[in-house]
């Protein structure tokens, strides 16, 4: 029979099933148990739809089982307010559900224990914390936004043994492997948007999109497993093409062109035909990001990935907007003065104030090694702007 973390640890793995179309919402997973029997089992599959809780229970008599008297184990903290859908306590509370395990505790501090509190005024024997850094992991980005409303930020790059993204004519494809592109790809399809520079834009025209065959995910979309990937450009003076690909193609609905203020009118008009444009503060060719960052947070936007050029990784991570890395080392050197850096800006003037990573996870894909970090938070320049 297993053990409550054995069955924790299914709950997690039905939970990681809503990767990509759960946002805003966190991933979730539930398992019911009784008399050592696995009776139903289920995950928050969208946002929108029934939660784990729900699903599980759902499940469980679909099959025939009597749920009274059951233990439930759920990753996350049942719901306790009425949102999109009903409070999965009171669904709790209904079915006769004797005891709930619970992995961790909802991160919102307006809400944080008050399921535990109700449950346990009913009767019901309530155990917290059971692998509970794990489930706390799961959903790291929505922990980050429903605290802060901001966006969990990771920089993502491929780049040479020595730090390099490209040469000094800019070519770059491709430095990875298939393996360390699939991930990549596997990354876009858990983020909420993508944000590239406008010199990213002007030079390989990407589509920003998650690919087909790659990741596990079925063709170029706007929508992987019900969630839309919103793409994101900075251009302070309105340079990209029409003809561009996040302009023109199918998902142009999806793309936004964030400009400061001194844009050329004309040139801002003109691309509001085809995609949003955001006007930022800023002047010159600047950007204010962390009001960009405050924006994409009250639009619900809980996961950015940045796969910008040198200039734009450094405005993220030099100022401390940027919490993870995920920087991706192919097995050789570039070398040379003009070739082009993964991290660029002004930099630290002493080794003192250096970005520091923790929580260092490497993983071997295929030639190639993917390096998972957490940014250690820390200022190392002005973090008002971003030149674009």
């Not at 430095?175 to 360390?180: D, N, R």
């Not at 400009?259 to 050329?264: K, M």
């Not at 060719?285 to 450094?314: D, F, M, R």
């Amino acid at each position: 029979m297993p053990s409550e973390s054995g069955y924790m640890r299914l709950a997690l793995r039905l939970a990681r099933r809503g990767y990509g179309s759960t946002s805003p919402n966190p991933m979730v997973g539930a398992v019911l148990v009784k008399a050592g029997t696995i009776i139903g089992r289920g995950w928050h599959r969208r946002a929108g739809g029934p939660h784990a809780e729900i699903e599980a229970l759902g499940n469980a008599q679909m099959r025939g089982h009597k749920v009274k008297g059951a233990t439930l184990y759920v990753t996350l903290e049942p719901c306790s307010t009425h949102g999109r859908t009903p409070p999965c306590t009171t669904a709790i509370l209904a079915a006769g559900i004797k005891r709930v395990v619970i992995g961790a505790v909802d991160p919102n501090p307006r809400h944080r224990g008050r399921a535990l509190d109700i449950l346990q005024r009913a009767g019901i024997t309530v155990t917290q914390g059971v692998m509970a850094e794990e489930c706390e992991r799961l959903n790291e980005a929505f922990n980050h936004w429903i605290v802060r409303r901001l966006p969990l930020v990771t920089v993502k790059a491929g780049m040479t043994l020595d730090g390099k993204i490209a040469t000094a004519a800019g070519e770059s494809r491709w430095i990875t492997g298939e393996k360390a592109r699939a991930y990549g790809m596997k990354l876009r399809q858990g983020a909420d948007a993508i944000l590239v520079g406008i010199n990213t834009v002007l030079a390989d025209d990407p589509s920003l999109t998650v690919r087909m065959g790659e990741a596990g995910v079925r063709g170029p979309r706007s929508v992987v497993r019900g969630h839309e990937l919103r793409r994101i450009v900075l251009d302070a003076r309105a340079r990209t093409p029409r003809e561009a690909k996040v302009a023109s193609d199918a998902y142009a609905a999806l793309t936004t062109v964030v400009v400061n203020e001194s844009a050329p009118k004309r040139r801002v008009a003109a691309l509001a035909q085809q995609v949003r444009v955001l006007v930022a503060p800023g002047s010159d060719n600047k950007i204010n990001l962390p009001w960009l960052l405050q924006k994409l947070g009250s639009e619900n936007v809980t996961n950015l990935l940045v796969e910008g050029g040198g200039e734009v990784n450094a405005s993220f991570l030099l100022p401390g907007l940027a919490q993870r890395v995920a920087f991706f080392y192919a097995p050789m050197v570039l070398g040379g003065r003009d070739s082009r850096p993964a991290v660029a800006g002004e930099g630290a003037s002493t080794l003192a104030k250096s970005l520091k990573l923790s929580e260092l996870e490497w993983r071997r894909l295929g030639p190639d090694w993917l390096l998972n970090a957490r940014v250690t938070i820390q200022t190392l320049v002005a973090p008002d702007v971003s030149r674009v």
